[in-house]
Each structure stands twice: as structure tokens, then as C-alpha cells.
């Protein structure tokens, strides 16, 4: 049988090519991915930045430390203390002491994420002028780069300076370097300084001080955690992890899936072969082995083939990744193999179990029964698929269910609604052949009624090749369905938060500073001095709470006035009353431990400062954005980023508006409606989850459409004989070509409403956990998206049959009559 199984796959080489051409490109994705996520384990070793040459830095607490019966927790502090004035009157007794500050800047035809400091920092780095000199005014500044020279004169939130001298930039910021005295003007809030004198020195006087607990001393590679976002190479290295395992999981079940779907497809089509070999006398033993053969022959040669494509891909999705800023400048491919074993071996094992099924059912067909199923599927569904769908189906539903009984808003989460989706559309891709025939019935009545014999034609083929149809159709299923049930996630939930916060906001105007900074004291001064303008000034913070004891989790607070908070917002309520807010209460929301309306919670607040609140009030889950509200004296330090404002009876919405520019425009800030300020604002995907999707979605469309392409040239050149009947039949060649492309159509057509069927069922899903969490939102179907997938594969399908059928009707009508199929 091994002569007969490599003359096979010489003379059969237009199916094995196809199977090769969808292994090999699956094997290909999983190396990529799997090369991609082991580069993303581990992050070099990242020295000190804005404090390479400084001596010691000393830090104020940063974070806030909770014993519990398990060991301690910690958790970074949103507000950082400042140095204790004890510790630096000791520190300025050993030498020179140099405060840092570093604080936002927004300025006119400079770049993005702009950063202020005290010029005597700036010889820490080291920056060194190359033009000018340093500033001696308060309106003088030093910039970093080339985008202002000397003698240039620069519009700021904080009015217009004068741009002194340059320095070079040293790549991780860029800076703007006040004198020390303006600095601290607008910045007061210090938490760190640097000290010249020996390390052991300052230790000794840290802990000497009074309030020296918490006061770190930095020296050597630890100063680090002095620069900004010290964590960022850590968060980077998770957002990749989540990135690239989510893109992972899920374009490797997408290659398993085609893969194992394009080679059961190839065995199957063979039934007529495998009854003529029967019928020489080979036994249903014989006829497994050839199969098993052929395919652990294309599949070692594909699978490493695979290999070496995915470790020239994986470079070139590296630099997309660098490129987009969702990995650091650092992130390059590492010399790993395991990636590469693991994609090699499940290749050769996905070929395997995708020939072995079928292979089985054409052992056991006898000689007769399989030259009769040659030409119609009569029994489409065998007991395996049967099992084996049904079971996914009903895991499925059982899981949903006690999802959304138990736990509604896990549906809501990224990993649960990008897993989901799997379940589903591998129950459905098993079913589909139940589901063929009726559809294409279905779709074909009125095509079949018309004048001629086309539609009759079509309606029949794809009928009577429910196994084909539903082979032809997997790809254009798991198309239409990941992009349905992904995209149309992330549009629900965001309309759901949309929904929430327009139902909570209920003021006129929104005003807000520019480029993410805060409103300082004499701004928000000017806005309560507007005639007919009620504001409500609120502000970020947090705080801290304690979980079983044990778990110390962080909530998002907004720091608001009671007095006005009633006016400008209407707050998801499930008990109590906003208007009991006061500066011994908090309001929290449901999924607080504690949220029994009086009663008292144990918090730490930003700064780490341990608090007794009342809970004056618990609002409802919702999407998980609803936080917690506290007063601005429970929130220490926080500075407004937002203003509502509501119009007093009578007044003029225009002049109130303008009046309200009038006071925010030497800073740049914005004057919204309420309305407007929603539509600005939301819906918003965060960056690395858009690339995520979009990554996940390009890779596994790109791969579907190449499959579909291949698995319909396979179809189509294996009904040479069908259509060398038709010819001698009398049907002109454009006729052929009209046909096979209109049944292309209707698969695609099919695989596209079974798709746009699993995204709407698992889209409804998580509509029904935003109900129980009393969020009243319509589900985001992405109709378009949906459509341009279908027509993207439609396109593909009716091109690839079309060109297989032209070729093949470019030989002779006797000559395809007698050819094998």
C-alpha cells in the first residue's frame, strides 16, 4: 500500500497541494505566535534614566503595605507622599539636596507628552546645553530636541515662555526645564529629591528622622524606580502576554479547525477511489494505512515547511508591533525552538486526527455502498459528529447559563467574550451538514423557479453535496463568526458604556483641560465666578479595601463636591441616596464586599491614609465602570480634570459657554455639552485591545480567504467529470463558468449566514448579562463588517472556482469524460 500511497500523491497532487498550502500556514501561525509569546517572557535588565548620574535619590512612600493572616499586600499608592520636611532638613545637614518635580506640559507646536522639571535636575541624566543658555526668569525654559530653538517664543497652558537654550535628547522623554522656583509654582507636590552625600550617610539619616518610615534610598540600578512609569517594561511585557496569547489561542484554533476540516474534506472526496480499491481485493485495514500514509507524508513535509515560514514571520510581526508602540523599542524575536517543535507536532497530530475519522468511515464501506455514495452525500451526519456537536452545543448553553446566573459580568470580560465564540462555532461547523440542506433549499426556491436551468441546477449540487457544502462553508463559518462575535463585543460593551455614563450625566457643560492635565486653584476660581453657571469640580483618586481579609484591592474614585454632585450627575442607584455624601461617608457599587447602606467599611485612601467611612450609598454593577465616590477631603492631593456644569434658571446657555472659554483658554482647556462631551469621550477601545482584535482578525481572515481559495480549487477540480457530462450535454463553456461560480456564491452564502447565526447568538449572551446588570443597551451587530467579510470570501470563492473550472474545461469534453475524478 505504501507504492499505492505515493503513486496517490503524484497523481492526486491538486488535492494534496491544497491540504499542504492550509497546514503549512497553519503550522506557520501557531510558530509565529508561539515565537512572538516567548519573546515577550522576559525583559532586559533596564538601567536609570533621568537619574543615571545622580548620587542618591531619595523617594517619598509610594506604596501602600497591608498586613493580612497570609503575608503582607501591597499595592502602588495613587497619590505618593512627598519627602517628610524632617528628613530633608537632616538630608540638606550632609550636602547639597536638589528637589524633583515633573509635571505635565501642554505646548503649542511641541510635542506630545511634554514633561516640566527644576533645571538643576536636568544635570542627573546627564542633558548638556548645545544652544543657549539656562533659564534665570520665570517665563525662560530649556527644551529637549529640535522642535524650538533658542529665541523661540512658546504658547503653554501655563502662559507664554521663551525658549533660552537646547539640550540633546536623550530618548526616553521629552522635557521642558523650568527655573527651580518657577517649577515649584507649578508643581508644589514633590516626592522625590536628590541628595549629594554618601549612601550610607543618608540611610542613617532617613532612618533617624521622624516620619522616615516608607522613605526609600535609591542608589545603583534602583534609582530606576525613580524615572517615570519604572514599571513600564513589566506592563509592556503583560500586554504582549495578553496580546499575543489571545492572538495565539485563537489563530491556532482557527488553523486547527481549517486544517482538520480541509483534510477530512480530501479523504471524503476520495469514496469512489477507496470503492474501486476495495473491490481489487484491499482490505479496510490496507485502506486507513494509504490514508494515514499519504497524510503523515504531507504533513511532516508541510509542518516543516510551516516552521520555516513562521520564524521568517515572526520578525516582521515584531517590528508591527514596535511600530504600532504596543511592544517597547527592545522587543525582538528571541533564539527559542520549543515554539517551533510545539507548531511542528501539532501539525503532523491535527493531520492525523483530521484524516483518521474519515479514513475509518471509508474502511468500513463496503465496495458496493461506497460506489453508490460516490455522487450524492445519503448520509451526511455520522454518529461522531452527531456526539460530538451536540455535546459542544449543549456545553454551550450549560455554560452560559450558569454564567449568567452566577455571574454576569464575566461575560463582559475580554478573555471570556474572545474564548466564547470557539465553543459555538465548532458546534455549529459539526452540525452544518443538518443545516445544509434546508438552508440551500431555502435560498435557491425563487432561483430555482426561474426560467432555465441554473437555479434548478445549483439548488441541487449544493443539496446533494452536503458534505462538500458544509467543507466549502467552515471557512467562510469561522470568518463571518469571529469577526461577528469579536468586533460586535467590543461595540456592544462599548455602547453599553455610552449608555451608562449619558444616563449619568445630566450637566449642561463639561469643561476639561488640555492634554490630560488638571484645572489648578485660580482656573477653577474663575468658573464659580461665571454668572448663571452651577459647577461641580471632580477629580480622580482612589482607594483601597480589604477583600475576605486577605486580598487588598484597589477602586477608582472620583473626588466629588456632595454639595453640587446631585445637580450635574444622576447616579446608577441601588440603595441609598447621593445627597448623604459628606466627608465621613463614601459611595461604593455593588461589587464591593461590604455595600450595605450605613454600614462601615475600613479603606485607605490615595495617599495610604487608613480611613473608617459610613456607606452612604451602593450603585449598581453595571459594565464595571462605576467606582466609588468620596469627598475632596478624602481625597488628599487629587486635582480636578473635570468640570460639570449646569445652567441656572434663566441663563443663557451661549454667553454661560463662552464666558466659561473666556477663563480656560490661556490653558487650553475645552467647553463641551453634555452630550457631546459623551461622544468625545465614548466609546473607546483601549489601544493594545483594538491591535489585539485587529491582529487576531487580520491573521485568522487572511488565513480563512487563503483557505477557502484552496479548499474550492480542490472542489472544484475534482468534478471534472460532472462537468464534461454537462458540456456533452450541450452547456456552453460561459455556462459552466456562470454555474460553478453561482454555487460558489451559495456556499459562501451559507457559510455566511451559519457565521452571522453564531455571532448573533453569542453577541445575545452577553445582552442578556448587561440586562441583569440593569444596563439597557441595543446589541452592536457590526452588519457591515459582516457583509464585507462575506463579500470578501464570496469574492475569493467565486474567483477560485471560476479559474479552476475554466482551466479545466480547457481540455476536451471525451477527454474529461473519461477522466478519473
Known sequence: MLTTALRTLRTRWTTFVASFVALCLGV??????????????????RGPERFAAAPVVVRGQDTLTVRTPI????????????????????????????EDRSFAVRARGGPAGLLGHPWSTA?????????????????EVVVSGDWARPGTRVRTGAGTVRVVGTVTGLGFEDAVFYTDARAAELSPHSVQLVADADPAAVRAAVRRAAGGDGVQVLTGDARRYADADPDRDSEALTAMNALFGTAGGVTGFVSVFVVASTFAFAVAQRRREFGLLRTAGATPGQIRRMVLSEALGVGVLASAAGCLLGSRGAPVLAAWAVDEGLAPRWFTIGDYTWPCHLAFWTGLFVTLCGVLAASWRAGRTGPSEALREASVDTRAMTPGRWLFGGALLVVAAVTLVLALATDPGDLLRRKTYVSRPMLLITAVALLAPVLVRPLSRLLTWLPARLPGASGMLVRENVAAGVRRTAALAAPVLVTVALAGSLLGATATLNGAKSAEVRARTTADLVVTPAGGAAFDEATLRGLRAVPGAEVSPSAPSAVYALEDGVALIRSDARAVEPESLATTARLPLAAGRASDLDDGSIIVNGEWQQHTVGERVDVWLGDGTRKSLRIAAVMSVGTGNNGVYVTPRNSPGALADRVDVRLAPGADAGGVAAALRRVVRASGGEVLTGDAWVRATYPRTNRTTRAGLLLVLGIALLYTGISLANTMVMATSDRVRELAVLRLAGATRWQLLRLTGAEALMVVTVGGLLGALVAVLNLMGMWGALRLLSVRTPVGIPWTTLGAATGACAVLAVTAAVAAAGATLRRGAAERAGARS
Not at 28 to 44: F, R
Not at 123 to 139: H, I, N, S, T, V
Open 71 to 98: 503575608g503582607d499586600r501591597t499595592q502602588e499608592l495613587e497619590r505618593p507622599r512627598a519627602v517628610p520636611s524632617d528628613v530633608i532638613a537632616s538630608l540638606r545637614g550632609l550636602g547639597t539636596v536638589v
Open 123 to 139: 544635570a542627573f541624566a546627564p542633558y548638556e546645553l548645545d544652544a543657549g543658555r539656562a533659564p534665570r526668569a520665570a517665563d
Open 28 to 45: 506557520a501561525l501557531i510558530a509565529v505566535m508561539g515565537l512572538a509569546l516567548a519573546s515577550s517572557l522576559d525583559a532586559p535588565d
